[in-house]
């Protein structure tokens, strides 16, 4: 656990002139010469076979080299329904065959001189198709739902529910409902790839995970993985669609190796629709029963999502019911069903977010049947330790967060009743929601040098969603070394530099982080030595623990006036750089505790009763996640989960049209995200904790917890308003005044 001066501050974004300059180069932006460009031709209908393609007009069109469908394409054994673990390895569609699997499937690219001539081709493929029937409702095929077969969601109980719930006192038992959601970065998905030797590939993607990304190409194409090298500087968001290999990766190398020449692939806005992942809807029955005490007996969450007919994703809503809440008798259950979809995949918090709205509404609601304030009720069943593994937290600050929030926020004034407060005509309500998020992290590797002008470099292969990973990484290590954040530079997002894991799961701080702390120690640990060895040095036989980094410089603990420079030292060691590296890999903690961020979600909303439009007008969010590592860029993380779950309550679903089978509002304009106009008073705040068990530097990442019951806050607040709970998101105004 560190103790220091830098950590936690709020310092600037060290990429921040690049980005406003224009200068941050992002995958589509890398300029090659000789490059081409290409157009993906996506599938109309949701199921059947193409039983006729003409391509003989798009290949006239001047300017075109290829147009590659499943007749022409190389064919890659590889490729056939390849499914692996972990958040590369989704089965990818390339050309393979004529079959169609879901809507929005690449059926064919057009590679051509320019960008209009590629689109031009890509318009001009004619196709024919053999339609067979489709499947993509959920709520009528509930008995075709099977239990997942190696999973840890599938199925967990302790106690009797079943009787518990038909002894308690009082009891709720309804379903919840979150639809189909999709990410949309600002930055569309995009490859350049280049073959820079026969058997060599680089590209330049725009991906969260450049070695899970070289990992699964290399598995896919045939290469060993040296062989195939991922450039990633720069992410304009990801949310989680940029974790996996897409289909568009695999096509661009394909196309690249074709033609013999660079090639450039971006998505358009429709096309993000289907191919690359969104949030599965989610059916979320939940009963529960408690005494008139407040004291919980039973829950139980059995949760139905989505999967695609040709792999398999769970999104496991029903997490957090094991977890959250002191109850002696819990079951949970996860169920998919085949759907001709596109498979969905991790979106921010997959799985705690839809999951905390069911558990956080289905709370509020069993806290007013049993006449209790909501926020009395969770904390009469706070849990302790972890019910579901029966271990202590690493460090658990939620009732801080509670207190916290609660006097932040003003709650104690709140009116119990819905719809006793108002102003003027307009319902004010009042509500909230726990959260919750799993802290995670994974083995990771980095390395820091001392160059010969006393400058510092540290080096990670990890990736920058826009989160700020460029500076807490610079921060941790000008911390270790007491300099200034300026003499540091922190490379990242290259196959070239050391292995990182992917950039999801809230666990780059605590992965990588930890990483680069530990190089920072190693070098620093080396310098001491060499100072103490040196005959020349002032710190010459100076014990390791009587030398400080301090403003730039070694020095004597005890004689700050006795030290030197770094140019200095390395000057008279002839050397030109001093490097260390270093390996994070997690121990047995995990074992040992029960690690999770918590939070407390604050929310009031005002309410027209005779339009039924809902505005949030104020927002609180307090959190506990472990060593803040910069104030600036966690507010902003914190902030940005806690808008997406006023987009979750409140706007956001992806629509189809269940006749054909495809998404109807494929655009920023239909797809309704909240703006600048719905987000009013927003406040992010967090409680200190220290956690010496979760990872070298206590960090608990916070990519993910802000967006964990903020929906349900929403929610809550709605129906305190309006005395009308709707259940099935996205609560908009048909709901509210029918």
């Known amino acids: 656990m560190m103790d220091n001066t830098l950590l936690g501050q709020p310092l600037n974004r060290v990429d921040g002139p690049l980005k406003v300059t224009g200068r941050a180069v992002y995958a589509y932006e890398h300029q090659l010469p000789n490059a081409v460009y290409a157009v993906m031709v996506m599938s109309t209908i949701p199921k059947g076979t193409i039983t006729a393609m003409n391509t003989r007009t798009a290949e006239q069109v001047p300017g075109v080299q290829l147009v590659m469908t499943h007749r022409n394409s190389p064919k890659f054994p590889q490729l056939a329904h390849q499914s692996i673990g972990g958040p590369g390895g989704r089965v990818v569609q390339c050309l393979q065959d004529n079959l169609v699997r879901y809507a929005n499937q690449p059926i064919a690219m057009v590679v051509a001189e320019t960008l209009e001539a590629a689109l031009e081709g890509a318009h001009l493929v004619e196709v024919r198709y053999a339609v ?21 969601d599938a199925e967990k109980h302790r106690g009797d529910v079943s009787a518990a719930l038909a002894t308690s006192a009082i009891r709720i038992d309804h379903v919840y409902r979150t639809p189909f959601e999709v990410h949309n970065p600002m930055e569309p998905h995009a490859t350049i790839a280049v073959w820079d030797k026969p058997d060599h590939l680089t590209l330049y993607d725009a991906t969260q995970g450049v070695f899970t990304d070289r990992g699964r190409v290399a598995s896919l194409l045939g290469l060993p993985p040296d062989s195939v090298r991922v450039v990633s500087p720069f992410l304009g968001g990801g949310f989680g669609s940029k974790g996996p290999v897409w289909s568009h990766v695999i096509l661009a190398a394909m196309a690249a190796k074709e033609v013999n020449r660079p090639v450039k692939l971006s998505l358009t806005r429709p096309q993000m629709f289907g191919m690359i992942g969104f949030r599965s809807e989610t ?3 939940i009963a529960a029963g408690a005494n008139h005490d407040g004291t919980m007996m039973a829950l139980r969450n059995d949760t139905v999502t989505h999967t695609s007919t040709f792999d398999e994703f769970v999104e496991g809503a029903s997490r957090p019911a094991r977890m959250l809440y002191s109850s002696p008798n819990n079951s949970t259950s996860q169920k998919l069903v085949e759907s001709d979809i596109g498979t969905p995949s991790y979106m921010r918090a997959p799985g705690e977010a839809p999951g905390t709205y069911g558990l956080e509404a289905a709370i509020d609601e069993l806290a007013y049947a049993v006449k209790m304030d909501p926020l009395e009720f969770r904390l009469k069943n706070y849990a302790e330790t972890d019910p579901e593994e029966n271990k202590p937290w690493s460090s658990k600050s939620l009732r801080q967060c509670y207190q916290l929030g609660a006097e932040r926020f003003g709650w104690a004034k709140r009116s119990h009743e819905p719809r006793s407060m108002r102003d003027g005509n307009i319902l004010v309500g009042w509500g909230m929601a726990t959260s919750v998020y799993p802290t995670r992290r994974s083995a990771a590797h980095a390395s820091a040098r001392l160059n010969a002008d006393g400058t510092f470099s540290v080096d990670a ?8 990973t460029y500076t807490i990484m610079t921060q941790v290590a000008a911390d270790s070394f007491g300099v200034p954040a300026t003499r540091v530079k922190f490379r990242l997002g290259d196959t070239i530099l ?20 530990l190089a920072a120690q190693a070098l620093r640990e080396k310098l001491i030595q060499m100072a103490s060895a040196d005959p020349q040095s002032p710190l010459a036989g100076l014990g390791a623990q009587q030398i400080i980094f301090e403003n730039g410089r070694l020095s004597s603990r005890t004689d700050p006036s006795k030290g030197e420079t770094f140019q200095a030292l390395i000057a008279r060691s002839g050397q030109s750089y001093v490097e260390a590296p270093a390996d994070a890999t997690p121990g047995p903690e995990k074992d040992r505790y029960s690690m999770y961020a918590f939070g407390a979600q604050f929310a009031e909303v005002r309410v027209d009763p005779d339009l039924g439009l809902v505005t949030v007008s104020r ?19 914190l902030i940005g989960g806690m808008i997406w779950g006023i987009g979750m309550a409140l706007y956001e679903e992806a629509l189809t049209d269940k006749r054909l089978g495809r998404w109807v509002n494929n655009n920023l304009a239909e797809y309704h995200v909240p703006a600048n106009a719905d987000v009013r008073r927003i406040e992010a705040i967090w409680v200190d904790e220290r956690d010496d068990h979760v990872n070298p530097i206590g960090v608990k990442g916070i990519g993910e917890i802000g967006i964990t019951g903020a929906a349900a806050a929403v929610a809550n607040a709605v129906f305190h308003a309006t005395g009308k709970r709707v259940r099935d998101l996205p609560i908009t105004l048909d709901k509210l005044i029918a």
């Open 461 to 468: 292969g990890t990736q920058d969603l826009g989160t700020g």
């Open 283 to 285: 059916r979320q029955a």
């Open 132 to 152: 067979e029937p489709h499947r993509i409702d959920l709520e009528s095929r509930l008995s075709q739902a099977y239990a997942l077969k190696h999973s840890k």
């Open 619 to 637: 927002m609180l969010g307090c959190f506990a996640a472990g060593k803040i590592l910069n104030a600036k860029t966690a507010r902003s993380q």
């Open 498 to 517: 050391p292995e990182t894991p992917v950039s999801g799961g809230s666990q780059t701080a605590a992965s990588t982080g930890s990483a680069v702390y």
